[in-house]
């Protein structure tokens, strides 16, 4: 059974906190109570140097007399703390000691601490131990103190305390931070999963047909932002392309037609002897079906590009000189509009397939001569820049309106809604065209303003 993306996520968050949780409490558990450790042997040796300093503090050198009451209150609170003293003066003689003084109480004493340190620690394997400390006063030896305690260290009641204190404190840390890590998992794998599945809602309703259908989702994660627009984005184009689509069966349909009814008319009137068949209706005839020649030839033209068949005959060609070929073959059909072709530029040359680029410049010059007002000038300009070649091709023709420039090299689409004969397509020679430029690794472009004309640019690698 698979598990939704927010689960998965929660789940995942969830995981990976208490697993750092779990680390971050053992680590901190081990690393505090070894510090701990060496801060209460550091403490434990502190003490035996004052418990020294202290006792030796009550001899009087002038009297060489002890202060055995100071002797006895140090040794009782040494007790209590679990130091077990006994003190000799510099001729060996006892001067107190705690075990003779209270046996009862030192027994005590010693089995608490070494009870509490072997559950607690019970891999120390320690025990009590006594050591010899020097009494000096102002350099000199006055007598000795034998100072017992558990080794090799050991906790009292405060001690303890602190690190189950510390223990209560870490176990909550840890469950608060579970708990937070919890409620931010989920929140967070909410608000990554829902235009996850607002994404996956859409896809259906778009892949069921519904290309208007958006998103409108907005979200601060980048990638989810980015998502949000790829799927606004696909469901635009298939909008378009759908749209594209229905004009093309609505054009195929349009162009088929005029010139087969015409073929039908003039044939039916021909073979029922409504007419005769002179050489003017045959002509007709005949020019209708190179027209429909000619749309068949545009389809199977794109067809070939389409199909990644498009295969390129790179030559070293004289862009320049192309361009005026090119446009020296037109001229005759810009000269019954009474336009005028000009041709300007250095010769360059380019490493490209010849006939795939004139192709290119025919079907833009034809385009300017079909859309440009009569009595116009048509400019053809060559230029050259360090890694690229290109040319322009401007007219101050009709031009192309502003809403219709980002689809103006969709297959099928034509600006010019009329179909009119004399200047209407099938809707597919600018689509070749950036085939064939997209073909060589360059790009093409298109300035226009309604009114104004448009111009055309070609930009190509040398190489």
């Not at 004052?50 to 009451?69: A, M, R």
């Not at 609505?250 to 088929?256: G, P, R, T």
């Not at 031009?399 to 980002?406: F, K, S, T, V, Y």
Request: charged content about 25%; some cysteine.
């Amino acid at each position: 059974m698979k598990k939704s993306l927010r689960n998965q996520l929660s789940l995942s968050i969830l995981g990976i906190v208490l697993m750092t949780i779990a680390i971050i409490s053992v680590l901190s558990n081990y690393f505090i109570n070894k510090e701990f450790m060496h801060y209460v042997s550091r403490q434990q040796e502190l003490k035996t140097q004052v418990i020294t300093t202290s006792i030796s503090n009550q001899y009087t050198v002038f009297t060489s007399h002890w202060n055995l009451d100071y002797i006895h209150a140090i040794g009782m609170s040494s007790l209590y703390e679990g130091y077990i003293i006994k003190v000799y003066d510099n001729e060996n003689n006892v001067l107190w000691d705690a075990q003779s003084h209270d046996m009862r109480l030192c027994n005590q004493i010693m089995s608490q601490i070494s009870s509490r340190m072997a559950i607690s620690y019970p891999q120390l394997n320690g025990e009590f131990k006594a050591t010899d400390y020097p009494l000096t006063l102002d350099g000199e030896v006055i007598g000795t103190v034998s100072i017992s305690y558990f080794g090799p260290f050991f906790l009292n009641d405060n001690d303890f305390r602190f690190l189950h204190s510390l223990n209560i404190i870490l176990i909550a840390i840890g469950l608060v931070s579970l708990l937070v890590s919890a409620i931010v998992g989920y929140i967070l794998a909410k608000r990554i999963s829902r235009p996850i599945l607002m994404t996956v809602g859409v896809t259906k309703q778009i892949a069921a047909g519904n290309y208007e259908v958006r998103l409108k989702e907005n979200s601060n994660t980048k990638e989810l932002s980015m998502l949000v627009e790829s799927i606004n984005h696909l469901a635009s184009s298939l909008e378009i392309l759908e749209k594209l689509r229905k004009q093309l069966t609505e054009d195929v349909a349009h162009e088929l037609r005029t010139p087969i009814t015409i073929l039908q008319s003039y044939l039916e009137a021909m073979s029922d002897g409504v007419w005769e068949p002179t050489n003017e209706r045959l002509e007709s005839c005949y020019e209708e079906v190179v027209r429909i020649g000619r749309l068949v030839g545009d389809l199977e033209k794109l067809a070939k590009i389409e199909s990644d068949s498009l295969k390129l005959e790179k030559t070293r060609t004289d862009l320049m000189e192309l361009v005026e070929k090119t446009a020296d073959s037109l001229r005759v059909e810009a000269a019954g509009r009474k336009l005028e072709i000009r041709v300007e530029g250095p010769h360059v040359e380019i490493l490209a397939d010849r006939d795939r680029i004139r192709q290119v410049l025919v079907n833009l010059i034809s385009n300017a001569i079909k859309y440009s007002k009569e009595a116009g000038t048509i400019s053809l300009t060559v230029f050259e820049t360090e890694d690229t070649v290109g040319f322009h091709v401007q007219d101050k023709g009709i031009g192309i309106p502003r809403e219709e420039l980002p689809y103006i090299f969709e297959r099928f689409y034509r600006a010019d809604k009329s179909r009119n004969r004399s200047t209407g397509g099938s809707g597919i020679g600018l689509t070749i065209a950036k085939s064939i430029v997209e073909a060589h690794d360059g790009k093409i472009m298109v300035e226009s303003c309604s009114g104004e004309g448009s111009k055309f640019t070609v930009i190509l690698p040398k190489e």
